[in-house]
């Protein structure tokens, strides 16, 4: 149930209705789980039970681990939290990968092994809710919060439906304390919901959409036959593509929480005014990158043990990362490259970049420039496909473009996307917008809703996030 489909919506109203029915915080928390539970069975109705069996284990061994004194005992708990969410994680979403590497490494010893087929549906958002499940009991290891008793609450936490399939990864720390007293809904509050709802939509359904993702699929399904001029255009226009999807969903799930009075955090700040890569990586998918370093960077050491044991784990941390987006080498190699850009920076500048004038925005135009091209292993479905668009890119005997106006008006909404993040840089949304004029909100807000409005009954795509 895709937020951008007139199912959704109307499930969204009815959802709403209700709410506004119900006065007892109890029964308004029941609503919003069943809702839960229903947009996550429109997926995929046997996966609920696979939702569920992860809620009841995870909060029955948090309560466990809350009570326990025992070192040994606590450990052993945390294990076996650590063994059945990333046991099934690895299980429907690597479980393919693996086999099929074992097939290869067994060929190369000359052993022809021929597996059962391992036709596994991956469940929707088994990365997102699987890692805020796990933060959870991590926490309540460390006795840095304690456990709920409230088997709804948790179970509400996991599957909250607004961010439920492609996050923000939330933290009980954050979420849990936010159950325990009824929700105040102001105006305020949901109109500004409302206004994030549409311009998350606006990015997801114009601009990734019908805007970026056309020349991105013609690229990557015929690299060979595009010409170089385009294949610098489509791999510019994944660079959108990726953000105004994601982070288009994203808005769209803090907007939709905001209506019912919760607060999740951003999962974007920016990221095309990144000066440095430690810098994008503080903008970029911010949920899963403070999670990696939360739960991953910093308990393998972080940078605590020497220079050499601090690149191991930045690049360990980096591969797992890449790892954590889908079961291919490519996502490992794309994890890989930013591990390697890290350490050079940390290496060579220390830390250190400038962050004003001509030296910061060059700073900042190599590293957009790098981070683009290094989508195209992430892009790619396959190792021919990335080799066939970097060698578009050089061919310079190849014909130009037949689309010559499309390609201007493509690079100039890029432009405008990303000198719009250049100039509030050091701001959020709800910082510049309600210092806009009246008209000129008016304006943004109009635009956003006409422009859905004419491009609304095209090609529908799945929000690139859905798959991992």
């Not at 229903?38 to 069996?53: C, G, I, S, T």
């Not at 325990?180 to 109109?191: C, S």
């Not at 890569?277 to 999670?291: A, G, M, N």
């Given at each position: 149930m895709p937020f951008d489909t007139l199912t959704f919506v109307l499930f969204l109203l009815t959802v709403f209705a209700l709410h506004g029915l119900l006065r007892d915080w109890q029964q308004r928390k029941y609503l919003l789980l069943a809702a839960s539970y229903?947009?996550?069975?429109?997926?995929?109705?046997?996966?609920?039970?696979?939702?569920?069996?992860?809620?009841?284990?995870?909060?029955?061994l948090a309560r466990r681990l809350d009570d326990a004194n025992d070192p040994r005992q606590r450990k052993m708990l945390l294990g076996l939290s650590l063994l059945s969410n990333l046991g099934l994680l690895g299980y429907f979403k690597y479980g393919g990968f693996l086999l099929n590497n074992f097939v290869d490494l067994a060929g190369r010893f000359g052993v022809a092994y021929e597996p059962p087929a391992f036709d596994i549906v991956l469940p929707a958002g088994i990365s997102f809710y699987t890692f805020q499940a796990l933060s959870y009991t991590i926490d309540v290891y460390r006795r840095q919060i304690r456990a709920t008793s409230s088997l709804s609450d948790f179970a509400l936490f996991v599957s909250f439906f607004?961010?439920?399939?492609?996050?923000?990864?939330?933290?009980?720390?954050?979420?849990?304390?936010?159950?325990?007293?009824?929700?105040?809904?102001?105006?305020?509050?949901?109109?500004?919901?409302?206004?994030?709802?549409?311009?998350?939509?606006?990015?997801?359904?114009?601009?990734?959409?019908?805007?970026?993702?056309?020349?991105?699929?013609?690229?990557?399904?015929a690299p060979?036959?595009?010409?170089?001029?385009?294949?610098?255009?489509?791999?510019?226009?994944?660079?959108?593509?990726?953000?105004?999807?994601?982070?288009?969903?994203?808005?769209?799930?803090?907007?939709?929480?905001?209506?019912?009075?919760?607060?999740?955090?951003?999962?974007?700040?920016?990221?095309?005014?990144?000066?440095?890569?430690?810098?994008?990586?503080?903008?970029?998918?911010?949920?899963?990158?403070?999670?990696?370093?939360?739960?991953l960077y910093i308990p393998l050491g972080g940078n605590r043990l020497g220079a050499r044991r601090t690149g191991i784990n930045l690049m360990l941390t980096m591969l797992i990362g890449g790892l954590w987006h889908g079961a291919?080498?490519?996502?490992?190699?794309?994890?890989?490259?930013?591990?390697?850009?890290?350490?050079?920076?940390?290496?060579?500048?220390?830390g250190k970049l400038p962050q004003t004038g001509l030296p910061a925005l060059a700073a900042g135009m190599l590293t957009f420039v790098v981070v683009t091209l290094t989508w195209i292993p992430f892009r790619s479905p396959d190792i021919p496909t990335m080799l066939g668009v970097m060698s578009a890119?050089?061919?310079?005997?190849?014909?130009?473009?037949?689309?010559f106006i499309g390609m201007v008006l493509l690079l100039l909404c890029l432009y405008l996307l990303v000198r719009t993040q250049w100039v509030n840089r050091n701001r959020h949304l709800e910082d510049w917008f309600p210092a806009l004029n009246r008209a000129l909100q008016l304006a943004l807000v109009s635009g956003s809703l006409i422009s859905l409005f004419l491009v609304s009954g095209g090609q529908q795509r799945a929000f690139i996030y859905f798959q991992f």
């Open positions: 229903l947009f996550y069975a429109a997926w995929n109705p046997p996966f609920v039970l696979l939702l569920a069996f992860t809620t009841i284990v995870d909060w029955w607004p961010q439920l399939v492609a996050g923000p990864i939330v933290r009980a720390a954050s979420f849990l304390p936010q159950l325990l007293e009824r929700r105040q809904i102001t105006m305020a509050k949901f109109g500004w919901g409302l206004l994030l709802l549409i311009f998350g939509l606006f990015q997801k359904v114009v601009l990734a959409d019908f805007l970026f993702a056309p020349m991105v699929d013609d690229l990557y399904a060979a036959d595009t010409g170089w001029l385009d294949a610098w255009a489509g791999v510019a226009a994944f660079s959108g593509q990726i953000f105004c999807d994601f982070a288009g969903y994203s808005l769209c799930a803090i907007g939709i929480a905001l209506c019912f009075g919760f607060e999740l955090p951003d999962n974007f700040h920016h990221p095309f005014a990144a000066i440095g890569f430690s810098d994008f990586w503080r903008r970029w998918h911010i949920s899963l990158s403070t999670w990696l370093r939360d739960y291919s080498w490519l996502f490992v190699l794309w994890g890989g490259l930013h591990g390697l850009y890290l350490l050079i920076e940390r290496r060579w500048f220390q890119l050089v061919d310079f005997d190849r014909e130009a473009t037949d689309d």
